[in-house]
């Protein structure tokens, strides 16, 4: 197992533990779309490019701004 690897498997373990711990929605979605960078990389250096992509896309903006979106739309009332 390379160094890359191993680090980010690390990186992912301890970004679902952070995801996981946050109290507050809006910083767990701007720490949710940080791990799915983290996941998309570790895609990545798994010889995975297309499952990275979508999960760079998909995992760190559209879930997130689709969360941050929700949480204004109802905290505006």
Known sequence: MSVVLAVLLVATAVGAIAVV??????SQAVVLGAYGFVLGALFLALSAPDVA???????SVLTPLLILLALVKVRGR
């Open 21 to 26: 711990t946050c109290r507050d929605v809006a």
């Open 53 to 59: 992509l979508s999960e760079v896309v998909v995992g």
